[in-house]
């Protein structure tokens, strides 16, 4: 038995350093990106419900951007606070944005898709940028370095949306470590050939993109997803690229509590249900190659059998994630995180299984 499990070790091995090396290392291990601008009209599209006090600090942060040629379409999805009085103070001071204000509508009430599929339709631009309402550009360059990636093949840029530091907050590390594993994984698989998923905080695409896949209608249902699985239907080799200048940066406030974090991460996890079955499979042989990891050396090393091999294994798989890592957390300017791994890898394992038990026999609270 002892010799099967190390036959399995061996081969859980080998899949956490096919991915790391062959996939992940193709982000990591990539040249730096060269922001060229292009003279492409722009049209920045921000959802917002219940965000006054999010909108009021990073609307004129959009506004204030570096670029000749854009817009900005707020959307306020049926707020009851004073978002919509907000946007309409927007909309006065400033005369590239444009206001789409949208009612509840008993078929697609609190559904964020609906809304802005009505700020898509809006918009006077091909070309569109999207952000959230709780997220903030890192630089007056931030549409000229996502514009920039656009060609005539690549009409969906895929960008980096993290979250701020906070001093001295173990939670905020997990926060951000999780959120660079995830883009580890899409810039890799992106440029593998195989995109699959992006974040809503920063994201770009050709409208022509939105209606050749009838926009949202395929995933209607679902409450979540505007971003992920959108990309997982409409992005393919050809037309997908990445940005990640530290100009095409995104950040936004992180939860300061794991409960709230908590109900976000089982947001996302219940989304990822509905992607299409090859990337589950991927993602699932990841997520369960590295909980394996974990537990097979353990059973090993307690019968202190083949100890030697095992502990070789153990470091060679580190060695080669924490150079990936490292590499990876250099380009997106999370240098910090580096140091914090494998402590902050092992509990986001923990905390990835006990999603995937509250997910089994709960649902995940959707858009505000």
Same mark, same amino acid.
């Given at each position: 038995m002892l010799i099967i499990i190390l036959y399995f070790f061996i081969v859980v091995v080998a899949i956490q350093l096919s991915?790391?090396?062959?996939?992940?290392?193709?982000?990591?291990?990539?040249?730096?990106?060269?922001?060229?601008?292009?003279?492409?009209?722009?049209?920045?599209?921000?959802?917002?419900?219940?965000?006054?006090?999010?909108?009021?600090?990073?609307?004129?942060?959009?506004?204030?951007?570096?670029?000749?040629?854009f817009e900005i379409v707020l959307i306020d999805d049926a707020s009851s606070d004073a978002t919509l009085d907000i946007f309409e103070g927007f909309e006065k001071k400033y005369p590239n944005v444009r206001l789409v204000k949208v009612k509840n509508n008993e078929?697609?009430?609190?559904?964020?898709?609906?809304?802005?599929?009505?700020?898509?339709?809006?918009?006077?631009?091909?070309?569109?940028?999207?952000?959230?309402?709780?997220?903030?550009?890192?630089?007056?360059?931030w549409i000229t370095a996502m514009s920039s990636q656009f060609t005539m093949q690549?009409?969906?840029?895929?960008?980096?949306?993290?979250?701020?530091?906070?001093?001295?907050?173990?939670?905020?590390?997990?926060?951000?470590?999780?959120?660079?594993?995830?883009?580890?994984?899409?810039?890799?698989?992106?440029?593998?050939?195989?995109?699959?998923?992006?974040?809503?905080?920063?994201?770009?695409?050709?409208?022509?993109?939105?209606?050749?896949?009838?926009?949202?209608?395929?995933?209607?249902?679902?409450?979540?997803?505007?971003?992920?699985?959108?990309?997982?239907?409409?992005?393919?080799?050809?037309?997908?690229?990445?940005?990640?200048?530290?100009?095409?940066?995104?950040?936004?406030?992180?939860? /300061?509590?794991?409960?709230?974090?908590?109900?976000?991460?089982?947001?996302?996890?219940?989304?990822?249900?509905?992607? /299409?079955?090859?990337d589950k499979v991927q993602l699932g042989l990841f997520y369960c190659s590295q909980l394996l990891f974990l537990v097979l050396p353990i059973i090993l090393l307690s019968f202190q059998f083949r100890w030697i091999l095992v502990l070789g294994l153990i470091v060679a798989r580190y060695t080669a994630v924490w150079i990936i890592v490292a590499f990876s957390a250099g380009k997106l300017k999370e240098n910090d995180l580096k140091y914090w791994f494998p402590i902050v890898e092992l509990i986001l394992i923990f905390t990835q299984i006990n999603i995937f038990i509250l997910n089994t026999f709960s649902k995940p609270v959707q858009w505000k």
């Open positions: 991915y790391y090396l062959g996939i992940f290392g193709r982000f990591a291990f990539a040249k730096a990106q060269k922001v060229t601008p292009k003279k492409l009209s722009i049209s920045v599209i921000v959802c917002a419900k219940n965000e006054e006090e999010n909108v009021v600090d990073f609307i004129p942060l959009l506004a204030e951007q570096n670029y000749p040629d078929a697609f009430w609190g559904n964020k898709k609906y809304a802005l599929t009505l700020g898509i339709k809006s918009a006077k631009n091909d070309y569109l940028l999207f952000t959230d309402a709780d997220c903030y550009p890192t630089s007056k360059e690549k009409t969906i840029v895929l960008g980096y949306g993290g979250y701020e530091k906070i001093a001295n907050s173990f939670l905020n590390k997990l926060i951000r470590f999780e959120t660079l594993l995830t883009a580890i994984q899409y810039f890799s698989w992106a440029k593998a050939g195989h995109p699959y998923m992006g974040v809503g905080r920063n994201l770009a695409y050709k409208k022509e993109e939105f209606f050749n896949v009838n926009g949202f209608i395929n995933h209607i249902q679902v409450r979540s997803g505007d971003d992920d699985l959108f990309i997982n239907e409409a992005a393919t080799a050809k037309n997908t690229t990445i940005a990640y200048t530290p100009e095409s940066f995104t950040y936004s406030k992180p939860k /300061n509590k794991y409960k709230d974090w908590l109900i976000q991460k089982r947001r996302h996890v219940a989304t990822a249900n509905y992607y /299409n079955t090859l």
